[in-house]
């Protein structure tokens, strides 16, 4: 039976029955959902959106306890649980997006050439617009291993504030990939990236900050008095999807590229220059870098010497994975060069 990747399902929290098992729950859904809440305020909404893609757990499962714990929140909120199909693919939780071809938040610009996908991103943001919101938080979960931030596309005041319910690091970037947090909803927009999807830590972290975002009065009072760290200008480090592509902790003779086992750990704090972080029977040819106008930068952020690859300077890095198929479709990480 073909599934609808369009059509979203609207419910009121009220008509809820939710099982104890966020598990239960994603598999008792019949596809994209939206979930009204009344607040205690009823003249302004909030949306969180979750589920963006089918292998990020973190914000439905803090949705899902939101919603059992029964308080009522300080506005009207919707949520929006988008790659349900996705995530139902067993093993739950570890899909991507359900096509294998679109990621949906690459989609968001409605400039796809496969009008079904179109139309689902074009569904979404439709069920955002409408409800007019003061705010808009896109709940992720990091590629790889990693402490929490967030990712925004402006740096005032009120953007720091949301960034601020959930962690003290925001990423302000200009790439336009097409992701959901790029859209103009003439409201602030963050995206939380909460940590990696198999983390305990992550899961709390998205729970902690969703709890505080909904039951706040202002949202843009206090909060952002709380020091964000903007970490600016990002260089994408993309693999050409051809390379045959290895992770382990020495070099694997039979690929084109392999990359140390624990690359992951690069997104835990400073990564020195001249680090070692895989080898090459190729050269640095895979690699392309990108800047956040999307053009290729002239000078790599790696170098290759006797089949070795190194950072060529100081890096700050995040988003680095072991996940072969976001490695070679998305990217390995992005990174910030320090001073």
């Known amino acids: 039976m073909a599934i609808n990747l369009t059509k979203l399902r609207y419910t009121h929290a009220e008509n809820l ?5 966020p598990t239960d729950w994603l598999l008792s859904l019949h596809g994209p959902t939206v979930i009204d809440m009344q607040g205690l ?9 979750v589920l963006v893609h089918g292998n990020e757990p973190s914000g439905f499962i803090a949705l899902h306890r939101f919603l059992l714990s029964k308080v009522i929140p300080m506005t009207n909120v919707r949520f929006i649980i988008s790659s349900v199909e996705a995530a139902q693919q067993s093993p739950v939780f570890s899909n991507r997006y359900f096509d294998d071809k679109h990621d949906l938040n690459r989609c ?27 705010a808009v938080i896109d709940m992720h979960n990091t590629s790889g291993a990693s402490p929490s931030f967030c990712v925004a596309t402006r740096i005032d005041m009120q953007v720091q504030a949301l960034a601020s319910f959930f962690c003290q690091t925001m990423i302000y ?3 336009n990939l097409g992701a959901l947090m790029e859209q103009n909803f003439n409201c602030p927009i963050v ?26 009065d202002n949202l843009f009072a206090g909060h952002h008095y709380m020091l ?8 994408r480090l993309e693999i ?24 992951e750990q690069h997104n835990m704090g400073v990564t020195r220059a001249d680090c070692l972080i895989g080898w090459s029977n190729i050269g640095c040819t895979p690699f392309t870098v990108r800047n956040e106008a999307g053009d290729v930068q002239s000078d790599s952020i790696i170098y290759c010497k006797d089949g070795q690859l190194f950072t060529r300077q100081k890096l700050r890095i995040f988003m680095a994975t072991t996940n072969h198929r976001i490695a ?11 001073d």
């Open 17 to 21: 029955h939710l099982p104890d098992d």
């Open 41 to 49: 305020i009823n003249t302004r909404t909030r949306v969180v959106s």
């Open 108 to 134: 968001f610009n409605l400039d796809n050439s496969d009008a079904l996908v179109n139309q689902r991103a074009g569904s979404i943001l439709q069920a955002i617009n409408e409800v007019k919101p003061e």
């Open 173 to 175: 970037t200009r790439l």
């Open 191 to 216: 995206t939380v990236e909460c940590g990696g999807a198999q983390d305990q830590q992550a899961h709390e972290v998205a729970y902690q900050g969703v709890h505080e975002f909904l039951m706040a």
């Open 228 to 235: 964000v760290d903007i970490v600016e200008h990002p260089l």
């Open 240 to 263: 050409d999807p051809k390379t045959n592509l290895s992770f382990a902790d020495k070099s694997d003779p039979s690929a084109d590229i392999t990359l140390v086992s624990d690359i």
């Open 328 to 338: 070679l479709n998305d990217c390995l990480f992005y990174a910030f060069c320090e």
